[in-house]
């Protein structure tokens, strides 16, 4: 067999294994997030689908997702609404090139890493502008202008306090990363790095309390209004998709990916297996999200625009010039 | 080095490809009868009135500016950052002097009221 066909057949293999991950991922974490709101709500949540648990509430949700007959208004923008679910699910699907699952389970190692993901995940905000734009709905245009807003204020902070463990690390490479922080987890010297990616990444996913793009009760959901059925379920698997992907990119950068934590005794790291710490550091994360997006309300925009511009983007710069002033005491210390 | 962005574009072919598969499947399931009252713009239950696409507020515009500048000044800490440690402290002074330059734009913005939504 040629060698080009073989590296072809691995990438397809690897491809199709991610997407089957994204797919199964959304399935679970619909399930889980209705039962852990549900919980915090003093609810049952879905229980009769699947008893007693409700686990098939999410397969149950699909079949009925795909036989949904799909209507399209009759005034949209063809082009840019047929568009829309696709623009935004491939990001969601190709940021997990380069996340490191484990030690050797990775796609593909890019040397650029960290930026790839940064210019990556920079496309879902044109894919909710085409939707909202496209489906010519007061509601969904409103919805994509505060979007349009809201990701440009927080991704300037979710970009700049990636810096700090590149810093540190010395690398773009997401892999490489993860081997600095072999002696110990950046979170422990990064703590406002850390608080700045994961609030301004709750943000870039447009969660509570920065859910204001589809705020239910005063623009009824926001840019995907007008889709439905499949359509309207890809930006569903794109949002949780991506709310993986932060935690997983969150994990790795501040919570030592794959590593256990640097103070077990060798022997005690042995017994688990790389990809399972990392993905319960990273499900442990999806779950605080959540736990904050059931918790507290929905701020204004003005407030949302002020807390990014005037407090985030500020300590994320502050960030930078602290991690750089602290470097010789980190490296004095050993911890480095 | 191009050999690892095969997986890129394999990935991005796929990922492409995939919303068509399940749509087409989907098409083989889901009722299709559209009326021109289902085929409307929703607005509540309301006719809707005018146009949606109109001219949005000036200021979305503003901070799209300012995005620009502040994205353009990541990409530039992103080598910087790779490097710290060889540059030493002539690269972090030179850094922030460059980030100060720009925080002194922040500022300037934020006087002059830019980042007031009210």
Redesign the interface.
Known sequence: MPAWLV??GW??L???L??GFVLFNALFLVWWERKFAARIQSRVGPQRTGRPFGYLQSMADVFKL??????????VDRWMYVLA??VI??P???V??VVPFGPNLI??D?NIGI?YV?AVTSFTMIAIVMAG?A???????VSA?RA??QL??Y??PL??AV?GP??LA???SLQGIVRAQEGLWYIVVQPLGFLVFLTAGMAELNRAPFDLSEAESEL?AGYN??YS???WS?FFLAEFSNLVAVSAIATTLFLGGWQAPWFLPAAVKGLIPPVVWFLAKTYFLVTVIMWIRWTLPRVR??QL??FG??FL??VS?AN??LT?LL?PVLVRLGWI | MPAQYVDVVVFLVLAGTFPLITLAFGYLLRPKNPAPLKRGIYECGEIPVGEARIRFDIRYYVFALLFVVFDVEAVFIYPWGVLFRELGWYGFVVMMLFIEVLVVGLIYAYRKGALRWA
């Not at chain 1, 036989?67 to 208004?73: H, L, N, R």
């Open positions: 590296t072809l990438a397809v690897k491809a199709s991610i997407l795909l036989s949904k007959e799909d209507v399209v208004p009759a005034r679910p696709i699910f491939v969601a699907v190709l997990y090139v796609v593909q890019l930026l940064a734009w489906a010519n709905n007061k509601y969904s245009v202008m349009a807003a440009v204020a991704e300037v970009v700049l810096i590149v810093m010395g690398t773009l009824v209004i007008e059925g499949m359509r890809f925009i003005d625009l002020d511009w005037k983007l500020p710069l930078i010039a750089g470097f």
